[in-house]
């Protein structure tokens, strides 16, 4: 029996895991099933909400045989269509296409640790027309042609767990394939030129979560004990939280001149001055742990709790395998 004939036998609630904004009223979710140990069974439902659609027809589905960690969108380019795509912890990639729902895998050579040897991935990105991923040990991976090579190279390296100078890279993003920054544990910050890693020293020893870039000199940076960068390669990071702040900051999006933050006590936002919870006006409030964002819309998603922001109302969006969220 398959991993997928066996986990047919399990109930179909699930809990969301990862999730990429599409546009305004459509986005993509890793899910897994409630009843399903993610040690015992490789396997993901990944789900496509869409809200232009009539009511019953909005949800969409397919199953992986791997644990997907990431999602995210690969954006239209000539004659290649708009892809979907979910890394999983063990380096594989599946690239799917919403629009005949066509998929094809690959898997990135030596990452994993039942399919590898050099450890987990964490995060995978569109950096200007290619994919980008990271994850523990150091490892950063670039996609050309089709095949994955790896970007790491001095001052980077692979190390064994115990040292020192492990690096695991929970975030990547970037403006071009010659301006990424890769951000991780233990205030780990590095810039790749496309020829050259550069570390960028800061300030903090505390884990770097999430890293997202919207305009050369406009990089955010989340992470533990209320860690909020802004700044760039060029002009330096700064500190913009609150030392009383000590929420870790799991994700954040910008959203009409606001950066959202998801953390495990709700949402918050950073409006240039100070970091406040939001209040949305749902009830219950919304549960949060990743945010993205479209030009026209905000996404939360929490473990259970999917909720749109469109810049003046707040719908929460029951997901139809799950109980409704009610007070």
């Given at each position: 029996?398959?991993?997928?004939?066996s986990?047919?036998?399990?109930?179909?609630?699930?809990?969301?895991v990862s999730?990429?904004?599409?546009?305004?009223?459509?986005?993509y979710?890793?899910?897994?099933?409630?009843?399903?140990d993610?040690?015992d069974y490789?396997?993901?439902?990944?789900?496509?909400?869409?809200?232009?659609?009539?009511?019953g027809?909005?949800?969409?589905?397919h199953?992986?045989?791997?644990?997907?960690?990431?999602?995210?969108?690969?954006?239209?380019?000539?004659?290649e269509?708009?892809?979907?795509?979910a890394l999983?912890?063990e380096?594989?990639?599946?690239?799917?296409?919403?629009?005949?729902?066509?998929?094809?895998?690959?898997?990135?050579?030596?990452?994993?640790?039942?399919?590898g040897?050099?450890?987990?991935?964490?995060?995978?990105?569109?950096i200007?027309?290619?994919?980008?991923?990271?994850?523990?040990n150091?490892?950063?991976?670039?996609?050309n042609?089709?095949?994955?090579?790896?970007?790491?190279?001095?001052?980077?390296?692979?190390?064994?767990?115990?040292?020192?100078?492990?690096?695991?890279?929970?975030?990547?993003d970037?403006?071009?394939?010659?301006?990424?920054?890769?951000?991780?544990?233990?205030g780990?910050l590095?810039h790749?030129?496309?020829?050259?890693?550069?570390?960028?020293?800061?300030?903090?020893?505390?884990?770097?979560?999430?890293?997202?870039?919207?305009?050369?000199d406009?990089?955010?940076?989340g992470g533990?004990?209320g860690t909020?960068?802004n700044?760039?390669?060029?002009?330096?990071?700064?500190?913009?939280s609150?030392?009383?702040?000590?929420?870790?900051?799991?994700?954040?999006a910008?959203?009409?001149?606001k950066?959202?933050?998801?953390?495990?006590?709700?949402?918050?936002?950073?409006d240039?001055?100070?970091?406040?919870p939001?209040?949305?006006?749902?009830?219950?409030?919304?549960?949060?742990?990743t945010?993205d964002?479209?030009?026209?819309?905000?996404?939360s998603?929490?473990?259970?709790d999917l909720?749109r922001f469109?810049g003046?109302?707040?719908?929460?969006?029951?997901h139809?395998?799950?109980?409704?969220?009610?007070?």
């Amino acid at each position: 029996m398959s991993e997928l004939e066996s986990v047919r036998m399990f109930g179909t609630e699930v809990y969301f895991v990862s999730g990429c904004a599409v546009e305004s009223d459509i986005v993509y979710l890793a899910t897994q099933l409630e009843e399903v140990d993610s040690a015992d069974y490789a396997h993901t439902r990944m789900s496509a909400y869409v809200g232009r659609l009539d009511p019953g027809r909005q949800w969409f589905y397919h199953d992986l045989n791997a644990n997907v960690v990431s999602v995210c969108e690969k954006k239209q380019t000539g004659t290649e269509p708009r892809q979907l795509v979910a890394l999983s912890k063990e380096g594989e990639v599946e690239l799917w296409t919403s629009k005949d729902g066509s998929s094809a895998t690959e898997k990135i050579p030596d990452a994993g640790v039942r399919l590898g040897n050099l450890g987990y991935l964490r995060s995978i990105r569109e950096i200007g027309k290619t994919l980008f991923a990271c994850g523990f040990n150091s490892q950063v991976y670039v996609r050309n042609n089709g095949a994955w090579k790896s970007l790491v190279s001095a001052p980077l390296a692979f190390h064994h767990a115990a040292s020192g100078e492990y690096v695991v890279f929970n975030g990547i993003d970037g403006f071009s394939e010659d301006d990424v920054y890769a951000a991780g544990s233990n205030g780990s910050l590095y810039h790749w030129n496309g020829s050259a890693w550069r570390q960028i020293e800061l300030e903090t020893e505390a884990n770097l979560e999430c890293i997202r870039c919207y305009g050369r000199d406009d990089v955010w940076i989340g992470g533990a004990n209320g860690t909020l960068l802004n700044g760039n390669i060029v002009r330096g990071f700064r500190d913009v939280s609150d030392i009383a702040d000590n929420a870790t900051f799991w994700s954040l999006a910008k959203f009409k001149e606001k950066v959202y933050l998801g953390t495990a006590k709700g949402l918050f936002a950073y409006d240039g001055h100070a970091i406040e919870p939001v209040v949305t006006g749902l009830n219950p409030e919304v549960e949060t742990y990743t945010v993205d964002s479209t030009d026209d819309a905000l996404w939360s998603i929490g473990a259970k709790d999917l909720v749109r922001f469109d810049g003046n109302v707040w719908t929460r969006i029951d997901h139809p395998d799950n109980p409704p969220i009610r007070p």
